[in-house]
């Protein structure tokens, strides 16, 4: 045995080894040493280099050559490479340290090469890192965990990236070899990439970004603002693709969210003359959608912004829906809404990406504000039937149909439906009865609409109503047969009936009052008779309030202007004398009145009242038409001459009353502008009547399933039931469970007197 006193050998020595172990370690000793000195395999015989390992592996010594190879190993790594790495600290380092990772992972695949046979007898049968593993294990605790080093590595990297956030050209390059060097020495782990490097990283960058949000907010517009973080996240993200480990890109996005939008997302939303409120009112969608896109990225980001944008949107809805805007016409009231809801509907689809949390914030506004005027059901139905009308400009097929569907969305938001029923039945009569319907396919498309959003109970009597309509054609037709056929006389009336089901119209059951003239009481009396002969059992009552008619009129008073020119008649038939002859069309109450005016010139307010018997209120509107309403249908003149009628005033014929239009329609005062305060309290009144029959027969169904029920739950349920047509309050169920009590329809437990039960 050679008696050199080398430390490998010495080891050797005293592990008893063979001479032939020995001199094959010797061989295998040197051939490590040149492929860590010069980084190649020139010169080495591969065969012969297996063949030593093999000899060493076969005679039990797979052990001591594993651990020889780690002292060669770090020997090299500790007194060459680790000193050439820490003189180049200040000069070169990333490029030196780079270089050297790069020469040992070269030198250890030879180096597992030439030990081929040792992974594969002796370290499969073990625990032990095999010997490409064991050389980056060493190199990471020689070199990489080295104090100096670890810590100048990372200060280098993140000096470097913070260098390129403030704009400078980096060498991505090192930095990529290098994070890619410290994700393979922590083998099938992250750990080696994490310590040394990611999470220092994450932490300065959070401080970068910290300082860089509160410096960009006081000088930056939320606009430009938004677009920095935007520039800032795909930087961010471009170095991870270039640079780092692909895992990292998520957790250095979520820092820079964190530090610049999360942490300041009221401050950005709510910037004056560049916030969320100033893009909507500037309607600057591109802008909103950034902002959105931005936010949805932090948690609560989307709530923050509908934070910001439902007072404003409340605010514009109730400046439109305020109490004090009875002034206001209903129909561009309604409109106003609608275009308010068009305005943010585009806003919802075009910049927020209909998002839930922002159609159920915007649909939440709506029926806030809508709900905040108590005629919004009144003002609703009167737009519909506005749209319904005939003579309505521009209204073509389609566009009706895209009214009527925002119509319904209005609907929806609405808390009283039954006060809307209520309305659309009244306005669906006045457009039936008069004939002024568009058709009856917008009429039957708006009503199929309802059904769909409300139930076939909803619409059951609008459909009757139409049901009606078209019976009362037939019936009509049968009786002109019938006068035809008996030649009865209706004195010149050209009489049509309509016959209207008590339980489908919006009939009175206390009918007003009305002498109607001798004539069309006759003609009426004579289909009455017809009827009944065909219906038995059945019974005929005028509604006078809800009936029409066409008067032939003759004006003989000569027409002049101020200036003594003639006045243009238009339409108007003239014949001698300059007499015109109009047809006015006016309701059964104009009609009672102008017929009087056949037997006297003058009439006083109470002499028409006693005459005609119409009650004073409907006697009021009619004779406020008739004499103050619009030039071109003043067909009476008053005396005095103001709005206010009063039982002394005169009326007499407008003799100068001239038209351009032959047919001329008399307007009931202030019908396009809803209700007077007066009616508004019937209705509300009569609301409030089947509201109470509507909670009764609920509490009645409800008790006669559950048998008995706590006050509270019987309330809640009743609540569930009916919110579809409208909210009762608690109180008013009290009510209705003490008046069914009363009734012996339930009573209360004797042991809890807040307990029901249902009286079989």
């Known amino acids: 045995m050679d008696s050199k006193p080398d430390f490998h050998m010495y080891f050797f020595v005293h592990l008893a080894m063979d001479e032939r172990c020995v001199n094959a370690w010797d061989i295998l000793r040197t051939a490590i040493q040149e492929i860590q000195t010069h980084k190649n395999n020139n010169g080495l015989i591969f065969d012969d280099l297996y063949r030593n390992t093999y000899t060493i592996v076969r005679y039990k010594h797979g052990e001591k050559l594993f651990a020889g190879l780690e002292e060669v190993v770090t020997e090299h790594l500790v007194n060459k490479v680790r000193e050439d790495i820490l003189n180049s600290i200040n000069n070169n380092f990333l490029h030196t340290l780079v270089q050297a990772w790069n020469d040992h992972t070269t030198a250890m695949v030879l180096i597992k090469d030439i030990l081929m046979y040792l992974d594969k007898v002796f370290l499969e049968q073990g625990n032990n890192h095999n010997v490409y593993n064991l050389g980056l294990s060493i190199f990471k605790v020689q070199v990489i965990n080295y104090n100096v080093i670890q810590d100048h590595l ?393 009936g029409s008619a066409d008067l032939n009129a003759i004006f003989y008073g000569v027409v002049k202007k101020e200036d003594g020119s003639d006045v243009d008649v238009g339409g108007a038939q003239v014949t001698g004398n300059n007499t015109r002859k109009h047809i006015l069309q006016v309701s059964t109450f104009h009609m009672t009145i102008l017929m009087l005016f056949n037997n006297r010139d003058k009439w006083t307010f109470e002499e028409i009242q006693q005459e005609s018997d119409i009650p004073e209120r409907e006697l009021v509107r009619a004779l406020q038409s008739l004499a103050c309403g619009k030039q071109s249908q003043r067909v009476l003149i008053k005396e005095p001459r103001s709005k206010d009628v009063d039982k002394d005033h005169e009326f007499i014929v407008n003799d100068q009353f001239a038209s351009k239009l032959h047919r001329v329609k008399i307007l009931t005062v202030a019908s396009k502008h809803g209700e007077t305060d007066v009616e508004l309290r019937e209705t509300r009144h009569k609301v409030d009547d089947d509201r109470k029959h509507e909670i009764e027969a609920a509490i009645v169904r409800i008790m006669k399933s559950r048998k008995k029920m706590h006050h509270n739950v019987l309330v809640a349920e009743v609540t569930q039931q009916l919110k579809g047509r409208f909210q009762p309050s608690p109180v008013f169920i009290k009510t209705r469970i003490e008046g069914l009590i009363e009734r012996e329809y339930m009573e209360r437990t004797p042991e809890d007197l807040r307990v029901y039960n249902y009286v079989l």
């Open 154 to 546: 990372r200060v280098t990297l993140l000096d470097m990236i913070l260098r390129e956030r403030r704009g400078e050209a980096m060498d991505r390059g090192s930095i990529r070899n290098t994070c890619q060097m410290l994700k393979v020495l922590g083998l099938e782990s992250r750990s080696v990439y994490e310590e040394c490097f990611e999470i220092p990283f994450l932490m300065t960058s959070e401080e970068f970004y910290q300082l860089e949000s509160q410096s960009l907010l006081p000088e930056c517009s939320a606009i430009i603002y938004i677009k920095k973080v935007e520039a800032r996240i795909q930087e961010e993200v471009d170095r991870v693709t270039h640079c780092l480990d692909q895992m990292t890109e998520e957790l250095i996005v979520k820092v820079v969210e964190n530090e610049m939008i999360y942490k300041h997302m009221k401050t950005i939303v709510e910037m004056e003359d560049s916030g969320l409120v100033h893009m909507l009112k500037n309607g600057l969608m591109e802008e909103m959608g950034d902002m959105f896109n931005m936010f949805s990225r932090v948690p609560d980001g989307r709530k923050t912004m509908c934070d910001c944008l439902s007072p404003y949107l409340r605010e514009q809805g109730k400046a439109i829906m305020s109490e004090d805007c009875k002034s206001k016409n209903p129909v561009e009231l309604i409109q106003g809404l609608l275009d308010l809801k068009t305005k943010f509907d585009t806003f919802l689809f075009g910049s927020f990406n209909n998002d839930k949390i922002f159609k159920q914030t915007i649909a939440g506004d709506f029926e806030f504000f809508l709900n905040l005027n108590s005629r919004s059901p009144e003002y609703l139905s009167l737009f519909i039937d506005d749209k319904l009308k005939k003579g309505v400009k521009g209204s073509a097929e389609q566009e009706l149909e895209s009214i009527f569907d925002k119509s319904v969305v209005l609907f929806r938001f609405l808390q009283e439906k039954d006060v809307f029923e209520r309305y659309y039945r009244q306005h669906l009569a006045r457009r039936l009865l008069s004939n002024r319907s568009v058709s009856d396919d917008p009429e039957k498309s708006m009503l199929l609409r309802l059904k769909t959003e409300c139930g076939c109970q909803f619409t059951s009597k609008l459909e009757g109503m139409f049901r009606d309509m078209c019976v009362s054609v037939t019936t009509m037709d049968e009786f002109r047969q019938h006068i035809q056929s008996t030649s009865t006389s209706l004195s010149g009336v050209d009489l049509t009936v309509r016959v209207l089901t008590t339980g489908f119209w919006p009939v009175q059951l206390a009918t007003p009052r009305c002498n109607i003239h001798s004539s069309p009481r006759h003609a009426f009396e004579v289909f009455r008779m017809f009827y009944l002969a065909k219906h038995s059992g059945r019974r005929l009552t005028l509604q006078h309030h809800m």
